[in-house]
């Protein structure tokens, strides 16, 4: 079955809608995460008939079936990507395919079936055409694009789940941290861990965040808005912040830890990577301890921290608690180039030198 009759739609009434004012005063001052737009899409799967039966309808309560399986066994994956508004008035998601393929790649590990490119990228449009006018305009706004695979079946089988839903939802938004600019405090726990290796933190599955909420109250009562995870089995090497992956200048070189398949292969951590080998900076992929990283912070040698990710874009990082005392840094000159370099290109103000942007048209 090819994409485009995959679909039907199940469009309110026209009187059914909000106000074309009332969408843009809503888009344009929502945070992240919590004004969800008029549509949605969903798709479903079976083993016997694959994907079918696509649906575009009004964003609304789902029916499910209290047995199942994606409640009672946790088989859930997600992605998360940004559709802006360019600065000629078109519409472009960034790297889109890429992705398209995490999220296979999730799916994979919790035995889940991949979603085709193609209907990845048709969902996106079909959802895109229904609710344009929620895109919005502004410095730092985007429209923040949800996709997840959930198990249906109603069974407490212990084995993947035998139907799935895909389903699809936009949220208006702005930077994850809110309006204030400045910088965020992180919390570095050693009575957690985040991700073993073999286990799901490679995947985005959502287990992975309810399986961290423990240690982001503990960071919260630091005064802190995040987590910085440590491998599990030394509790000593900096891994990531658990929704994004950290970098810092350490001697005039970027270093972030490598992909050692307990981080999430963060598409901006890529994305920041290639940017930065262009701009000429020294890029470095190395396992660095939390000892190492306060004795170079304090020798002057670290000069900069940040975190990023696709809600978050770069945030810089101005404290880091830990059991033995806080450090105090921030970001700095490479810090905001580098975030002016990618969002210049995803705000289409900059050339798309690396082929990133995939345009939304029909
Ligand atoms: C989504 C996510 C990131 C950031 O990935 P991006 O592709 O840059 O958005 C980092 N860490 C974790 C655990 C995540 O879930």
Not at 240 to 267: C, K
Not at 303 to 330: H, K, Q
Request: proline share 5%; charged share 20%.
């Amino acid at each position: 079955m090819s994409a485009s009759d995959l679909w039907t739609r199940d469009m309110l009434a026209p009187v059914g809608r909000l106000p074309t004012e009332q969408v843009r005063q809503l888009s344009e001052s929502a945070d992240f995460g919590t004004t969800v737009t008029e549509h949605m899409v969903m798709l479903n799967w079976s083993a016997e008939q694959g994907w079918h039966d696509g649906i575009v309808c009004p964003f609304g309560d789902l029916t499910i079936n209290p047995v199942m399986s994606g409640l009672h066994n946790g088989q859930v994956v997600f992605e998360g990507l940004k559709v802006f508004r360019q600065s000629d008035g078109g519409l472009a998601g960034f790297r889109v395919v890429d992705h398209s393929r995490r999220l296979a790649a999730s799916a994979h590990r919790l035995a889940l079936p991949a979603l085709p490119e193609d209907l990845f990228i048709a969902s996106i449009s079909e959802l895109l055409q229904v609710d344009e006018r929620w895109i919005p305009n502004g410095e730092d706004r985007s429209l923040y694009v949800r996709p997840t695979i959930f198990g249906t079946e109603s069974t407490l089988a212990l084995r993947p789940a035998r139907t799935c839903t895909y389903l699809l939802l936009a949220f208006p938004t702005s930077a994850f941290f809110g309006q204030k600019a400045g910088s965020i405090a992180v919390w570095a726990t050693t009575d957690y861990s985040r991700a073993a290796p073999g286990g799901t933190g490679e995947a985005k599955c959502a287990g992975n965040y309810a399986a961290g909420f423990i240690a982001q109250q503990q960071a919260l009562a630091h005064d802190c808005q995040q987590v910085l995870w440590l491998d599990a089995a030394e509790k000593r090497w900096i891994e990531e912040m658990g929704g994004m992956n950290v970098f810092w200048m350490d001697a005039g070189a970027l270093v972030t830890p490598p992909l050692s398949g307990t981080l999430l292969r963060g598409i901006t951590r890529d994305s920041i990577l290639a940017l930065a080998a262009r701009m000429g900076i020294p890029v470095e992929q190395r396992r660095v301890s939390l000892g190492e990283f306060c004795q170079r912070v304090a020798a002057g040698k670290i000069t900069e921290v940040f975190a990023c990710g696709t809600a978050a874009v770069i945030a810089p990082i101005g404290r880091i608690a830990t059991t033995d005392g806080d450090l105090s840094i921030g970001g700095g000159p490479v810090t905001t180039r580098l975030r002016k370099v990618l969002t210049d290109i995803q705000y289409g103000r900059a050339a798309d030198t690396e082929g990133w942007m995939f345009p939304f048209r029909w």
